[in-house]
């Protein structure tokens, strides 16, 4: 092959691969961007309680642009050493608590799956092979909070996995690539909580404006101050818990909670709008922030 057509090959390659990528990074036709948001969860309980909390999530809801599909990662589907996305048409509702009332695993979220978009996250996720799965479905992280933001449950719905055995900027670096999906009409929701130790919670505290104990109320105020900061250093302290200090130890014991608050903040655009939606505690150590970018 000689040198001039080697170079007309190379230059159309680059080209394809400019097209391909302007492509994806624009929404389709009669689509809105999404924004990303983050959700504390909380108790399961959150799910039928009529609370300041789910007043804000379904005031919340009414105010968000209905999306294609959701993309929940929740704190609750963990797969140490992989990730996984789920594929099903029909995703069951999955009940992975013990000891509520009767009426909580009464509850049903039939939201149809979005196997169609779980193909596309595969495709457009380079940092490792998601593989395809059946075997979960939507858990507390998920259909609790999504019973109040979009309770006529008809909008597809489907969650990708979380790497337990995975640090912190990974989590953030998969974020970064669902970052595509925005443009595609997707609405990506990280599920966890910010403070989140169960050992730690007071039982029977009514919801409070401010944490019970000083390292609860000390490592939210720290992750509000670097989220509003919104600098390349504070991103990165994001991602290493550890670098706050001691608060860190009792705020963050173990870090199911704190991975999906990554892929939600690793999903947005330097520069992109915040908005602290709700901040308080529940159970006195548990913080209950939600946050929305875009």
Not at 112 to 120: C, F, I, L, M, Y
Not at 160 to 180: K, N, Q, T, V
Not at 240 to 245: E, H, K, L, P, T
């Amino acid at each position: 092959m000689n040198t001039d057509r080697r170079r007309c090959l190379l230059a159309l390659s680059s080209l394809a691969m400019t097209l391909q990528t302007a492509h994806a990074a624009t929404p389709a036709r009669g689509t809105t961007e999404m924004p990303v948001i983050f959700i504390g969860h909380g108790s399961p309980m959150n799910a039928i309680a009529d609370n300041d909390f789910t007043r804000t999530l379904k005031a919340w809801g009414r105010r968000l642009p209905r999306p294609v599909a959701i993309l929940s990662v929740s704190a609750h589907w963990l797969t140490p050493g992989q990730s996984l996305v789920d594929v099903q048409a029909r995703p069951r509702t999955i009940h992975d608590f013990g000891g509520f009332p009767r009426a909580l695993y009464d509850i049903r979220y039939p939201a149809p799956g979005a196997p169609d978009v779980a193909a596309e996250l595969q495709s457009i996720v380079k940092a490792r092979r998601v593989q395809g799965s059946d075997d979960w479905g939507l858990d507390h992280g998920t259909w609790t909070v999504l019973r109040h933001l979009y309770p006529e449950a008809d909008i597809p719905t489907f969650q990708l996995s979380i790497d337990y055995a995975a640090p912190g900027p990974f989590h953030h670096a998969m974020g970064r690539e669902l970052a595509a999906l925005r443009a595609r009409g997707v609405l990506i929701v990280g599920s966890g909580n910010i403070v989140h130790n169960l050992r730690a919670t007071v039982r029977g505290a009514e919801p409070s404006a401010r944490g019970m104990t000083e390292w609860a109320q000390d490592f939210d105020d720290a992750v509000r101050q670097a989220l509003d900061e919104r600098s390349f250093q504070s991103e990165r302290k994001l991602m290493n818990v550890a670098s706050f200090g001691r608060s860190a130890a009792m705020a963050v014991p173990t870090p199911d909670h704190y991975w999906p608050f990554l892929y939600a903040l690793g999903a947005t655009e330097p520069g992109e709008a915040l908005q602290h939606v709700y901040q308080g505690f529940h159970s006195g150590t548990l913080s209950m922030r939600c946050l929305q970018w875009g």
